[in-house]
């Protein structure tokens, strides 16, 4: 049964981390992308410490300069029999042009259907990011907030929800070349709950949570 | 159009990883039965005090089928008492949690062949099919047809309903919860729930923080919670506070407010994290705690 527990816990954080920021920055107006994210919490496994690594593959199209649509497959919870999308937009709220900084919100809403017995739910989401310019607009650094809501009032046992908030801060950097981008995200997962003891064996900070590892690769069109 | 095809074929192509499988903790394995002789891991280790001399210690396997088997399955059991008195003894059947083997529970199943005196009650325990000794493999519903084929013994040699405790640990409150509520060969008289699971849906709101249904990730379907609502049997609820497995309130208050039998009494103990109430209470609290709930 503990092993049940850890397990559940460890699918729960893939629920709602496998992957980066979907975008920091909006595409061009017109421009479109497709990215394939690979990453997850780290483990200890052996003597070295390795992310998990689990799939997802987006796409994304400019519909103006500052507001980019995006829609994503996860791949590892289809391997369990749950198809798992995020629907959304990166909108840019601010942009300082000399100070080569902006402010993004990512609304998305998170879907998931289980094939076994037809469960559906739905989990709005709102990244929050801040991002400087650096190496001469070649990259950009960014700082961020990834934010899952719970919507219903009710939970297992028609239990009264209390938490409608789940907050999991991140940092990352983006490397563009002419087509392609490479991001490497670090997101803090689950920071409220203790990740000891545990089968999975998380790298947390100070027995709570777990410290997660993204890779984006990005090809732009 | 193309679109939607193209999701649905997703869906239903999507690959069939289950949980389940991965839920049944098996990996120590084992080739014969040590019990006070094991020195893995165990949760404590009794002195002395608590010997039970070899005569009352019965190791003998049970032919189990379910309704829903082929095939019987062979499990191993082990009883602690005088087996001819089992007409008149009470009985507690103790139904183990999921970590390994009897060697793991055998110093629990001993401390229980002392409630109200050195071997005043039969102790009954089983290896479920996969665990152990036992043939075959894990499944919920085994569960069940295990723990029935335990009790359908116990009738065979003379045991009444009214002189059997149901006792579940962990997941052991599954097959405990489930016989009592839809009794097969016997009815247990009473029910003791030790760290009581809730269920898979309350697992996955625990772990994801979300409400979202264990059906994302199993297919079982233990549901203590519900189940408990039409148990009538006197019961008595005991959990840890810092049980960081099962928590107290998620879980277990979870099961103890949906009790609507005729009896219920709840101890939580202070400082007990999942395996560790008996320790935590003191052997002789937690034996007379058990005690007064049978003699009630």
Request: glycine share 6%.
């Amino acid at each position: 049964m503990l092993r049940l527990f850890a397990i559940v816990v460890f699918i729960g954080i893939i629920f709602q981390n496998c992957a980066p920021t979907r975008f920091v920055k909006p595409l061009a107006k017109n421009q479109n992308a497709i990215s394939a994210n690979l990453g997850g919490p780290l483990i200890h496994f052996g003597n070295a410490v390795t992310p998990i690594p689990f799939t997802s593959f987006m796409y994304g199209r400019g519909i103006a300069n500052s507001t980019t649509a995006f829609a994503s497959i996860h791949t590892t919870a289809m391997l369990f029999g749950n198809f798992q999308t995020d629907i959304g937009v990166c909108q840019r709220l601010y942009k300082h042009d000399s100070l080569k900084f902006g402010i993004t919100v990512n609304p998305a809403v998170n879907m998931v259907y289980d094939k076994w017995n037809k469960n559906f739910r739905a989990w709005p989401q709102l990244d929050v990011n801040i991002y400087k310019d650096i190496l001469k607009d070649k990259a950009f650094l960014y700082i961020g907030l990834t934010n899952w809501f719970e919507l219903s009032a009710k939970k297992a046992h028609n239990e009264t929800q209390k938490n409608h908030a789940l907050i999991n801060p991140h940092i990352g950097m983006t490397y563009n070349t002419k087509k392609w981008g490479y991001t490497l995200e670090c997101k803090f997962l689950q920071m409220n709950k203790k990740n000891i003891p545990n089968v999975v064996d998380y790298v947390g900070i100070q027995q709570k949570g777990a410290v997660g590892i993204y890779l984006n690769f990005t090809r732009r069109f | 159009m193309k679109y939607l095809v193209v999701i649905v074929s997703l869906v239903l192509f999507s690959s069939c990883l289950r949980l389940d499988d991965n839920f049944y903790n098996l990996e120590d394995k084992i080739t014969e039965y040590k019990l006070d002789n094991y020195t893995g891991e165990q949760d404590f280790i009794l002195d002395n005090s608590y010997y039970i001399p070899d005569s009352l210690i019965h190791h003998f396997t049970l032919s189990s089928k379910g309704p829903d088997d082929n095939n019987a399955t062979t499990i191993h059991a082990i009883y602690i008492g005088s087996i001819s008195k089992i007409q008149t003894d009470t009985v507690i059947m103790y139904c183990h949690g999921n970590k390994w083997h009897m060697d793991f529970y055998w110093q629990r199943a001993k401390l229980l062949a002392h409630t109200s005196g050195k071997n005043k009650y039969g102790v009954l325990m089983i290896d479920y099919r996969g665990y152990g000794l036992s043939e075959g493999e894990p499944t919920e519903n085994g569960l069940y047809a295990d723990v029935d084929a335990a009790l359908q013994w116990l009738k065979l040699k003379g045991l009444t309903n009214s002189r059997l405790m149901i006792y579940g640990f962990s997941m052991g409150t599954a097959p405990a919860c489930e016989l009592s509520n839809k009794p097969r060969s016997m009815t247990p008289s009473k029910l003791i729930l030790e760290a009581p699971f809730a269920s898979a849906d309350v697992m996955a709101n625990d772990g994801s923080g979300l409400n979202m249904p264990g059906s994302f990730f199993t297919n079982l379907k233990i549901d203590n919670a519900e189940e408990i609502k039409t148990i009538s049997q006197p019961f008595c609820w005991i959990h840890g506070i810092n049980d960081n497995f099962l928590n107290i309130n998620t879980h277990g208050e979870m099961v103890y407010k949906n009790y609507n039998g005729i009896y219920k009494e709840a101890h939580r103990i202070t400082g007990a994290d999942h395996g560790e109430i008996p320790a935590k209470m003191s052997f002789n609290d937690y034996l007379n705690t058990l005690s007064t709930f049978i003699k009630k």
